[in-house]
């Protein structure tokens, strides 16, 4: 399909988007280096990849996460998680960008468990939540290794209906139930991420593609997202983030959200 302009947004030729992508990713590459470099002295490391943006072209230096696993010989103990805490937090104070560094810890026994929770750190915090089959296809599709083995060869394949079966959980379990609730859909996070993700879920079960943030912003207005919705959500992502009234932000929390729970209804048909 052809995919509109939007603004902030702009439609590259190829050769320029791959540049402008490459030079986001090098701002990324210190950070990434320091602790690539770091981790193996807490623990032995038998792979470390990225994957989500950062791997698949869409990196916002600042605005994107990086989403990281690393493989383990065994699931770390309390002692062990400490240590890559602690890690993790010396890093955000010598550089606040590395908050945004989220790493979850796979044990090499557990490879094949999509459902398994696994120790992370993410969002400043110390968790236990899976590498889901999302994630695992993103690796397998296009991760990035920063050391060790590839993905595919420590991860078994993720079978198109294993993948389908999982986003369509996550819909129904998951974000269904958010577009229920009207008021976390003041906060910009909820904007941003709701429909943006009903739209990737809808492209991953219909035409069996994942894709990257940028696409899915540009499908929006043929999806019948409200007028200018596309537009808010491009601008904290890419450009300058708009300035809302308190009424302005509470009639597009509205249209968000049933924007996002008619987009969910329709890919679980």
């Given at each position: 399909m052809t995919l509109p302009?939007?603004?902030?947004?702009?439609?590259?030729?190829?050769a320029e988007q791959a540049a402008a992508d490459a030079a986001q990713r090098a701002l990324a590459a210190p950070l990434l280096a320091r602790f690539a470099a770091r981790l193996p002295a807490l623990v032995p490391v038998r792979a470390l990849w990225v994957h989500g943006s950062l791997a698949y072209g869409d990196y916002r230096h600042g605005r994107s996460d990086l989403d990281l696993v690393a493989v383990l010989p065994a699931a770390p103990d309390a002692p062990l998680r400490g240590r890559i805490t602690a890690l993790h937090r010396e890093l955000i104070e010598q550089e606040p960008d590395a908050e945004r560094?989220?790493?979850?810890?796979?044990?090499?026994?557990?490879?094949?468990?999509a459902a398994a929770a696994h120790f992370t750190f993410a969002q400043g915090e110390p968790m236990?939540?899976?590498?889901?089959?999302?994630?695992?296809?993103?690796?397998?599709?296009?991760?990035?290794?920063l050391a060790g083995e590839r993905p595919g060869v420590l991860l078994p394949p993720v079978t198109d209906a294993e993948l389908h079966a999982h986003i369509r959980a996550d819909l129904r379990d998951y974000w269904?139930?958010?577009t229920a609730r009207p008021d976390p859909w003041?906060?910009?996070?909820?904007?941003?991420?709701?429909?943006v993700t009903a739209v990737r879920a809808t492209v991953a079960l219909c035409e069996g593609r994942l894709i990257a943030k940028r696409e899915a912003i540009s499908r929006l207005p043929a999806l019948g997202a409200p007028p200018g919705?596309?537009?808010?959500?491009a601008?904290?992502?890419?450009?300058?983030?708009?300035?809302?009234?308190?009424?302005?932000?509470?009639?597009?929390?509205?249209?968000?959200?049933l924007f996002t729970r008619t987009l969910i209804e329709?890919?679980?048909g």
């Open positions: 302009d939007l603004p902030h947004l702009p439609r590259l030729p190829a560094l989220h790493c979850t810890y796979l044990p090499g026994g557990a490879l094949g468990d236990d939540r899976p590498v889901t089959a999302v994630t695992r296809r993103e690796l397998l599709d296009g991760g990035t290794v269904y139930p958010i003041r906060r910009d996070v909820w904007v941003d991420h709701g429909p919705l596309a537009e808010d959500i601008a904290r992502r890419y450009g300058v983030p708009p300035t809302l009234t308190p009424g302005e932000r509470t009639r597009r929390a509205e249209r968000a959200r329709r890919a679980l």
